[in-house]
Structure formats: structure tokens, C-alpha cells
């Protein structure tokens, strides 16, 4: 049963217009998501969280949205730039779970110059 | 600040060998990960220590895999016998404590482990 899922598995976009890359939760206990950007041969890096108690939140060129009733997140990079290609992992949390993240399948940001 | 410490970065054994990894988290860390990804999925946890002690063990295959993290610092993850299925990155994270915060929760570069 897989409770974080990215449904879309790669995304290329211009540089310079906006990325939105979406992710679905099934588990109502999650209260705490966060976005990872992975480079080849690296671990992932942290890149932006939300509380399940926000519906937006805001850090330079990066926004997550959250919509609670939805069961959906998507974080949106405005302006997209060829540096941010990597893939990008959507992950969930529950705070009665012991702070481990369940993370969704990725997507894989392409931005083309 | 030096970062979460994963070896080796590659390794390749044939099937039913076994194969052991190390991971040295950030200075301090309490709470210490361990996640298998396998290629085009998302990271799974394997097992989560506080210290030297289990917090989470739920999702490791314990016929085959071990973890132990005697000192409460580094941390080894064993696989006896390897399957071909077993072949991922072996990812290993470390955050300071055991509450809320997702402050600090950093990554290694993980291990590649091709199984033959």
C-alpha cells in the first residue's frame, strides 16, 4: 500500500517558467510533509516542509501548497532554472510515528535551457 | 559541520554473499536512519535507532538483514544472505533529536549495492 505517491514520474519545463510538481497522500495521520531534491550520486537534501496545519508556505523561488481535504501537495518553483534539475522526492510524516518519513516515488525535473 | 558518513560508496557481490555497510551520522546526532531505495522508488525505512536503542525495526527483513548501533553513534547494516531483490542505494540519515523537528535531518550519499 503505497501512501505517498507521485503519479508523475518525470516533468520537463522551459527555463524560466513555473514548475508544479504534485504529490497524493492517503494517510490521514500525516501532519507534516516536506519536499527532497535528489542528485545523481548524492543523498537528498532537505528543500522546503509544511505543516499539515498551514495550506501554504513560501521560501525564495519554492512554495508548497497543502490541501488537507484533498490529500494533496505540490510544490511549485517559479522561476525554474536549468540548476534545479534533479529529481524530487515528496515525503510524509505523522508525529505519532516516530518522525519517519514515508516518501513517494520522485519525479524527475528537467529544465531545459 | 561534517556531514552524514556513508562506505563504501559501491559495492558488487554475487547472490547469497553477504555484505555489511557503515554509516558515521553528523557529530551529536541521537536519532539514526537507515533506508533502502531501490531505483525509481522513493527511500524505505528500514530501521530507526535513538541512540543505541531500536525505535523502529517494522520494515526490516529480519531473516536477512541486520543493524546494530552498539556506542549510540555509528551504525552498521548487514545483509546475509543477498538476494538479487536487495540491490539499492542504502541510505542512512541522522537528525539531533527525537521530537518534531525536522531540523537538521540530513542525508548520506548512500551506498550502491548491485547484487549479481
Known amino acids: 500500500d503505497q501512501q505517498v505517491k507521485q503519479n508523475s514520474p518525470s516533468l520537463s519545463v522551459q527555463e524560466g517558467r513555473i514548475s508544479i510538481l504534485n504529490c497524493d497522500y492517503t494517510n490521514s495521520m500525516f501532519d507534516y510533509f516536506l519536499w527532497y531534491k535528489k542528485y545523481p550520486a548524492e543523498g537528498p537534501t532537505f528543500l522546503i516542509s509544511?505543516?499539515?496545519?498551514?495550506d501554504k508556505n513560501e521560501d525564495g523561488r519554492f512554495t508548497v501548497f497543502l490541501n488537507k481535504s484533498a490529500k494533496h501537495l505540490s510544490l511549485h518553483i517559479v522561476p525554474s532554472q536549468p540548476g534545479d534539475s534533479a529529481v524530487y522526492f515528496c515525503?510524509?510524516?505523522?508525529?505519532?510515528?516516530?518522525?519517519?518519513?514515508?516518501f513517494g516515488g520522485g519525479t524527475r525535473l528537467m529544465v531545459k535551457p | 559541520e561534517a556531514g552524514v558518513a556513508q562506505s563504501p560508496r559501491y559495492k558488487i557481490i554475487e547472490k547469497r554473499q553477504s555484505v555489511a555497510f557503515w554509516c558515521n551520522p553528523i557529530s551529536g546526532h541521537a536519532t539514526l536512519y537507515w533506508y533502502q531505495q531501490i531505483l525509481g522508488q522513493g527511500p524505505k525505512l528500514l530501521i530507526q535507532?535513538?541512540?543505541?536503542?531500536?525505535?523502529?525495526d517494522s520494515q526490516l527483513p529480519k531473516d536477512r538483514f541486520s543493524a546494530e548501533r552498539l556506542k549510540g553513534v555509528d551504525s552498521t547494516l548487514k545483509i546475509q544472505p543477498a538476494k538479487l531483490e536487495d540491490s539499492a542505494v542504502y541510505l542512512c540519515?541522522?537528525?539531533?533529536?527525537?521530537?518534531?523537528?525536522?531540523?537538521?535531518?540530513?542525508f548520506g550519499s548512500g551506498t550502491r549495492l548491485t547484487v549479481v
Open positions: 540519515a541522522s537528525r539531533p533529536g527525537t521530537g518534531g523537528s525536522y531540523d537538521g535531518y540530513t
Open positions: 535507532f535513538q541512540n543505541n536503542g531500536v525505535v523502529d
Open positions: 515525503a510524509a510524516s505523522a508525529s505519532n510515528a516516530g518522525n519517519m518519513l514515508t
Open positions: 509544511i505543516s499539515s496545519i498551514k
